[in-house]
T-cell receptor, first 114, second 112 residues
Framework: KAGVTQTPRYLIKTRGQQVTLSCSPI?????VSWYQQTPGQGLQFLFE???????NKGNFPGRFSGRQFSNSRSEMNVSTLELGDSALYLC?????????????FGPGTRLTVT | KQEVTQIPAALSVPEGENLVLNCSFTDSAIYNLQWFRQDPGKGLTSLLLIQSSQREQTSGRLNASLDKSSGRSTLYIAASQPGDSATYLC???????????FGKGTRLSVIA
């Protein structure tokens, strides 16, 4: 089974621009979560989608948004980029059916804002 | 609000040594706990998942234990190797529908 994939792997943007990141979960997984990782704050939860509905949301400003498609693929969007948005963005998927809720992570997208 | 702490933040050991990484959490009513490994600049690799009803899980040279009443988990690595060098992260899920809460990790260096 293929793992979680994320595209692109690296991005360089300037302040004020917007960016869209993509995540394809493991086949059969319906839950997709997004995390931001920075050296200072560690891993922080952004949001989780399950069956195209946002189920949980972290404490991030409205500039951060996401969505999930019917095939469980997910995108997250950051508008009006700030220097502090530079981070590794990680996507994770899990299968809810077995009840274990074990999360599997993708390789991440490294976003640099200049 | 659940908080997860990992001590120490960094650890350096000689090859072959057995070692223990610690994780503590503030709210003992958890659903499960997961240990991850992260290599520099990479994503997270799931190592072990312990459900709230379990006391330990083993995979190869790794053994993770869970003591919910005291809010602690330990990851035991036997006969450490340089390839074990990475950051190890502990994460707790409070219920089936809530997100993982992560500790800041322990950066492990195994010296040959």
């Amino acid at each position: 089974k293929a793992g979680v994939t994320q595209t692109p792997r690296y991005l360089i943007k300037t302040r004020g621009q917007q960016v869209t990141l993509s995540c394809s979960p493991i086949s059969g997984h319906r839950s997709v979560s997004w995390y931001q990782q920075t050296p200072g704050q560690g891993l922080q939860f952004l949001f989780e989608y399950f069956s195209e509905t946002q189920r949980n949301k972290g404490n991030f400003p409205g500039r951060f948004s996401g969505r999930q498609f019917s095939n469980s693929r997910s995108e997250m969007n950051v508008s009006t980029l700030e220097l502090g948005d530079s981070a590794l963005y990680l996507c994770a998927s899990s299968s809810q059916g077995t009840g274990s809720y074990e999360q599997y992570f993708g390789p991440g997208t490294r976003l640099t804002v200049t | 609000k659940q908080e997860v702490t990992q001590i120490p933040a960094a650890l350096s050991v000689p090859e072959g040594e057995n070692l223990v990484l610690n994780c503590s959490f503030t709210d003992s009513a958890i659903y499960n706990l997961q240990w991850f490994r992260q290599d520099p600049g990479k994503g997270l690799t799931s190592l072990l998942l312990i459900q709230s009803s379990q006391r330990e899980q083993t995979s190869g040279r790794l053994n993770a234990s869970l003591d919910k009443s005291s809010g602690r988990s330990t990851l035991y690595i036997a006969a450490s190797q340089p390839g074990d060098s990475a950051t190890y992260l502990c994460a707790v899920r409070d219920s089936g529908n809530t997100p993982l809460v992560f500790g800041k990790g322990t950066r492990l260096s195994v010296i040959a």
